[in-house]
């Protein structure tokens, strides 16, 4: 069952909707950054986190910064949807768990059920990676990532940390994001 909107005609006046799904990595408590990076060059922005992720960060900060609810769970046959058609999605951070999953079509998040009917959808999609080292010698990473070239997924240039250093908060550019999906972008444009 699908769970994204049907895409509609909106109002010119309306902002692009951009869908920034956060998975449980322990930078994800700084997507705060990427949200005022986006709010900033003109997105309006809605949070759809893994459901591990939800605890990773602070929902009560990122729903009072979007004005959205964040989306984790699918919801009930009938409700109404909480967030408006995505015209991009960010996918950030996104964990070695997630992206193995979403290459392999595998859809038991609501994340990952939006992200894996958004190729169909033709929605344009930038990946954030960030995980370590380790995980990515896993030879499923790579092939991964080639899936999701193929699909045309954008893919963040976040070079993984050494396991159990800390994670290179300081390396990851949120901004990346941005930057994929409207190449030459200034961030107050
Ligand atoms: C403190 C902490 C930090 C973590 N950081 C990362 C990370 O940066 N990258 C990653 O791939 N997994 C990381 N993990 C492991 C993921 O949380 C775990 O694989 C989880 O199942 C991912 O779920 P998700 O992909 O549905 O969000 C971390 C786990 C913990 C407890």
Redesign the pocket.
């Known amino acids: 069952m699908s769970d994204q909107p049907d895409q509609q005609t909106e109002p010119s006046q309306k902002k692009p909707f951009l869908y920034v799904v956060?998975?449980?990595?322990?930078?994800?408590g700084d997507v705060g950054k990427l949200i005022t990076a986006a709010q900033e060059a003109n997105w309006d922005v809605g949070v759809v986190?893994?459901?591990?992720?939800l605890g990773?960060i602070d929902a009560e900060a990122v729903e009072a910064q979007t004005g959205y609810p964040i989306r984790s769970a699918w919801r009930m046959p009938g409700d109404p949807r909480p967030l408006p058609p995505s015209d991009a999605i960010a996918v950030a951070?996104?964990?070695?768990?997630?992206?193995n999953?979403w290459a392999a079509g595998i859809s038991d998040?609501l994340?990952?059920g939006i992200l894996c009917e958004a190729h169909g959808r033709g929605i344009p999609i930038a990946v954030m990676?960030?995980?370590?080292r380790a995980?990515a010698a896993h030879p499923a990473y790579a092939r991964s990532l080639d899936v999701l070239r193929e699909m045309g997924v954008l893919i963040g240039s976040y070079e993984p940390?050494q396991p159990k250093a800390g994670?290179g908060a300081d390396r990851y550019r949120w901004e990346e994001a941005l930057e994929l999906l409207t190449p030459g972008l200034s961030p107050r444009a």
């Open positions: 956060v998975c449980a990595s322990g930078i994800a986190a893994t459901p591990q992720g990773f951070p996104a964990t070695f768990n997630t992206i999953k998040t994340a990952l990676p960030h995980l370590n995980q940390h994670g």
